[in-house]
């Protein structure tokens, strides 16, 4: 039998390597302070999850918190990430939905090998269910089907 040193995040993820532990650390540290101000999502309200009600955003926050996002996921090695910072010509043809799922496919595959990026794939997400009107789904699905009515704000920074 031999001893094994596990290290524990705030978040309960376990490393067997402390500078991974310290790194994953300061990520969620990083992303918890571009998200902070973003609405709460009620995971468990049923209008949410159907597409009936959308959240908020307020769109300089929402600007904001992307656009460190989206260096972050070129940091990690997202190559459409990087192309959208660059404003490359391989990228002109596509519109800004189309780019963001293209970053989201980037960090799954990422995330794949490195599960210590989730909680950067998970952030991308919340940037992925915004629509143009800053107004945030419960996933792809709703935000095509949404209604779209004022009246059907839920939260709202």
């Known amino acids: 039998m031999k001893k094994i040193t596990v290290f524990e995040t705030n978040d309960g993820t376990l490393f067997?390597?402390?500078?991974n532990a310290l790194k994953y650390e300061e990520?969620?540290?990083k992303i918890g302070k571009l998200t902070e101000y973003f609405p709460q999502r009620p995971?468990?309200?049923e209008d949410f999850i159907e597409g009936k009600l959308h959240i908020q955003h307020n769109p300089t926050v929402f600007e904001h918190?992307?656009?460190k996002l989206l260096n972050i996921c070129a940091q990690i090695g997202s190559d459409h990430a990087?192309?959208?910072?660059?404003?490359d010509e391989d990228?002109?043809?596509?519109?800004e939905s189309s780019l963001r799922i293209f970053i989201a496919y980037d960090l799954e595959n990422i995330i794949e090998e490195k599960k210590q990026y989730l909680p950067v794939g998970l952030a991308w997400l919340r940037i992925c269910y915004?629509?143009?009107k800053y107004r945030e789904w419960y996933d792809e699905i709703c935000m095509d089907i949404g209604c779209g009515n004022e009246e059907d704000?839920?939260?709202m920074n």
């Open 82 to 87: 990087l192309a959208w910072l660059n404003d």
């Open 16 to 19: 067997r390597n402390k500078k």
């Open 91 to 95: 990228i002109k043809g596509y519109d």
């Open 130 to 132: 915004t629509d143009y």
């Open 153 to 155: 704000i839920l939260y």
């Open 43 to 45: 995971e468990d309200n």
């Open 27 to 29: 990520l969620i540290i």
């Open 65 to 67: 918190a992307k656009q």
